[in-house]
């Protein structure tokens, strides 16, 4: 059996795991589910995960309540800011510290890049970053990485779309980082605004072909295995007026489908606003649904992986 290398571990960055851990992390998923409700109840059993979650989120803290709940642990947290001392002016530093306290493990939102790295460095018990400003958010991408091998039956070989707000978005970046583990080949769709960071990009260049254009290509939906979309992320705009330019600009629907390779999957990290109409969520190629319930299943590997040395 292999060391399990995710024990104490923090997930600040997907940077900080090899391939061969995270297919490590995608194995342990999936016997997850061979497991009997009583052996997964061991795995969490009295421990408390925290959350912490200084910006909105639905799938992400619900679907690591439900992980840590279906492992037989239980959780503690702050999702609303007005309701805690936050709102009276407490720290990230302090509110962590005193998370620390009560918690074995814990999960982070803040809009802040760094923000993760911060609070690992502050606390005792391993951090997971639940997203940190526009920087990165690894459990996402973890567990689109899952989905794609679940959907595709592997990575490498694959032409992936990548459709959205490439500057700010965070997921994006993550997602990045994890496909430079494999022979893929990227392409990345924005408006001119919203143009993925260079300086977040950097190296990745070496390791897979990015290739990036300013308008949906109907060439590249006919080779695509997968096209992500994302949405606008209108909190990160400093100028409201620049969101008002680029807001529903692109908007995949049931007849733009018809030009895309038959079996292409659709994923999206959601929240969805426009940028996917509801016509497709009905099509087979539509698994952004899928996707999201995947995030539980993954996140119960992880939080059960990193609270015990040899778990399952
Ligand atoms: C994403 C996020 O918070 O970055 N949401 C999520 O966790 N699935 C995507 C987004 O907000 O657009």
């Not at 970053?129 to 959907?151: C, R, V």
């Not at 997968?226 to 606008?232: D, G, Q």
């Not at 030009?259 to 426009?274: N, V």
């Not at 016509?279 to 899928?290: E, Q, R, T």
């Amino acid at each position: 059996m292999k060391t399990n290398r995710f024990f104490g571990r923090d997930v600040v960055s997907i940077n900080d795991f090899s391939r061969d851990e995270l297919e490590f992390l995608f194995e342990k998923t999936n016997k997850m589910k061979e497991l009997k409700p009583k052996e997964k109840d061991e795995l969490g059993k009295a421990r408390i995960m925290g959350y912490l979650f200084y910006e909105p989120s639905t799938r992400t803290r619900m679907s690591f309540e439900a992980a840590m709940a279906s492992i037989g642990g239980s959780s503690i947290g702050i999702s609303d800011l007005r309701s805690s001392s936050i709102e009276k002016g407490e720290s990230l530093q302090d509110t962590v510290r005193v998370m620390d306290l009560y918690s074995d493990i814990i999960i982070l939102r803040h809009q802040l890049d760094g923000s993760s790295k911060f609070a690992a460095e502050i606390s005792d018990h391993p951090i997971i970053n639940g997203g940190s400003g526009s920087e990165e958010h690894p459990t996402q991408a973890m567990l689109d990485l899952y989905t794609i091998i679940k959907e595709k039956k592997r990575i490498d070989g694959l032409k992936i779309c990548i459709l959205g707000d490439l500057k700010y978005g965070r997921t994006i970046y993550s997602l990045l980082y994890g496909l430079s583990n494999y022979d893929v080949e990227v392409i990345l769709i924005s408006p001119p605004t919203l143009k993925i960071r260079q300086e977040s990009i950097y190296g990745l260049k070496n390791k897979m072909k990015i290739v990036e254009l300013e308008e949906i290509n109907e060439t590249v939906f006919q080779n695509s295995d997968i096209l992500y979309v994302t949405r606008i992320q209108k909190e990160r705009f400093s100028d409201p007026q620049e969101y008002e330019k680029v807001k529903g600009v692109y908007t995949i629907d049931s007849t733009i489908l018809k030009q895309f390779k038959p079996d292409i999957s659709i994923m999206h990290p959601l929240p969805r606003i426009d940028e996917i109409s509801q016509d497709v969520d009905n099509k087979s190629n539509a698994i952004y649904f899928k996707q999201a319930s995947y995030g539980k299943d993954l996140r119960s590997a992880l939080l059960a992986l990193i609270l015990n040395e040899s778990p399952i």
